[in-house]
């Protein structure tokens, strides 16, 4: 199994930057690609950045030159930097894992607000 625990969300203003960062745990050795997604208030859940284990990166258009996604191998860590935030980035930023057997975990979520 694999766990995962994200951290560093919280309030920031219009054009500021914030990263996030998830650990994993467990059977880190079956991920094939870590990700965040995000979910708005009364939205859907949507894809922000995806990474795989070769290192290959993926955006949503919307946050294409502001966002970057990058890893820690060794520390079995993801990172999403957050540049030039705007208020409709404002939402709960899911780390996401996808592992061996087409196993897809979640970690709890971590809030980030942009004011305005």
């Known amino acids: 199994q694999v766990q995962l625990v994200e951290s560093g969300g919280g309030l920031v203003q219009a054009g500021g930057s914030l990263r996030v960062s998830c650990v994993a745990s467990?059977?880190?050795?079956?991920?094939?690609?870590m990700g965040w997604y995000r979910q708005a208030p009364g939205k859907q859940r949507e894809l922000v950045a995806t990474?795989?284990?070769?290192?290959?990166?993926n955006y949503a258009d919307s946050v294409k030159g502001r966002f970057a996604i990058s890893r820690d191998v060794a520390k079995s860590l993801v990172y999403l930097q957050m540049n030039s935030l705007k208020p409709e980035d404002t939402a709960v930023y899911y780390c996401?894992?996808?592992?061996?057997?087409?196993?897809?975990?979640w970690g709890q979520g971590t809030l980030v607000t942009v004011s305005s």
């Open positions: 467990g059977n880190i050795h079956s991920i094939n690609a």
């Open positions: 990474i795989t284990r070769w290192g290959a990166t």
């Open positions: 996401y894992a996808a592992a061996g057997g087409n196993l897809e975990v």
